[in-house]
Nanobody
Framework: QVQVQESGPGLVKPSQTLSLTCTVS??????????WNWIRQPPGKGLEWVGV???????YYSPSLKSRTSISRDASGNQISLQLSSVTPEDTAVYYC???????????????WGQGTQVTVSS
């Protein structure tokens, strides 16, 4: 079965870059038509889509975050990385990696979710 695991530092200082890695096992991130997303949930708030990489390696980002966001993939390691620069306390959230067939994801459905990783931005 497919398993998704987020990893990275739990504490980041303001103005620094938040870097997370999503490792997928049991399936290839380059599977045709599959997309892999980063989604976050600030405390007390709803889910917010951050960005996505598709099976071709193309990336797309939330308009509100695109200037600070970079998503990349490592096909050999079956990993998706997230970098969010110039972070502030407003970036504090649980960050999730989620994926599935693009057709379903576009409808708001994700087949696979990581457990999420807490990232706190604080000095």
């Amino acid at each position: 079965q497919v398993q998704v695991q987020e990893s990275g530092p739990g504490l980041v200082k303001p103005s620094q870059t938040l870097s997370l890695t999503c490792t997928v096992s049991g399936g290839s991130i380059t599977t045709k038509y599959y997309v892999w997303n980063w989604i976050r949930q600030p405390p007390g708030k709803g889910l917010e889509w951050v960005g996505v990489v598709n099976s071709e390696g193309s990336t797309y980002y939330s308009p509100s975050l695109k200037s600070r966001t970079s998503i990349s993939r490592d096909a050999s390691g079956n990993q998706i990385s997230l970098q969010l620069s110039s972070v502030t306390p407003e970036d504090t959230a649980v960050y999730y990696c989620a994926g599935g067939p693009s057709r379903l994801v576009h409808r708001g459905a994700f087949d696979y979710w990581g457990q999420g990783t807490q990232v706190t931005v604080s000095s």
